[in-house]
């Protein structure tokens, strides 16, 4: 009996194996697939438990060195392997979501840097450059067709946008070079919670337990954040008081807070809105109105979540 569970378990896991590939494959024609590559991995580490999740991660890595190429391998490896073994980790260890989704996010963020620093010392390649260099070619790409156009069918909008565009470009390859790293900090984030969401989704298909997100409505930052956010600003305007240049420290860390703070803003007005008496036609429209004025609001948004956190209008428990 033992034996043939030990089949079972190795079957699925080869099976698992064979679901990576395939994703990492698909992933060369629709990159965004690349991003759910951890997925199959944490069913199997639920189902089958952490090691049979290493085993199928390592060996598919393996095979997809020998048939899309080392560099592709190492991609997976460096940058999605230790993500899906954080994430499939947590939800093992029965973790809550939220620090399951924590244990990834600074997984992939590590794992990010070290690729990072791979490439520049292996390879010579500067990231961020080369980054800053694809934007600068797809603005001169981009540019280039609006300027083919021919006279006869150019209009004062298209005129308009390409003129939108060219002032929008300095400021974009200003965020690249400079703002990589809050950047960075929030694709984390990110990342680790579509895979959370989606491997729970996928994991009541087969009757695993996953313990399920309550939802961004109930999302809230510590209160201790703020703290330890206002820490660093002040380390480094006291740095500044020593000649050291910390400019590109500080907005990093200014648009850290104020990504969060929109985010915990948006949080209640969800939360709110799922407390209303609206029906959920109106609450899905409201909703989709938040989303397309988040630009135009952005600052209210923000400034809501930073009441909410200092004094709590959701009335929830909050970690200290």
Known sequence: MNRNLKTSNITESAMITGILVIVAYLSSFITILMFFYPTPAIILGKRKGLKYSILALIASDLIISMLLGIQTGLIFLIL???LALALTYGIC???DANKAILFGSASYMISFVVLILLLNSLMGINFIDRVAEAYEQSFEMTRGLFESIPDQMRTEQLDEYVRNIEEMAPMMNFI?????PAVLIAASVVTSYI???VASKFARRFSINIKEHEGISHFSFPRSFMIAMAGLLLLS???RLSNINIEIIQLNLFIIVFMAMLLQGIAVLKFFID???MSKFVKTIVL???VL???NFSVIYAIIGLVDLTVNLRKLNRAL
């Open 93 to 95: 260890s029965d973790e």
């Open 80 to 82: 999605y392997t230790p």
């Open 195 to 197: 895979n959370y969401i």
């Open 237 to 239: 305007f006291l740095l």
């Open 288 to 290: 989709a109105m938040i």
């Open 275 to 277: 407390k209303s008496g």
């Open 293 to 295: 004025m988040i630009i």
């Open 176 to 180: 690249v070079t400079n703002v990589f």
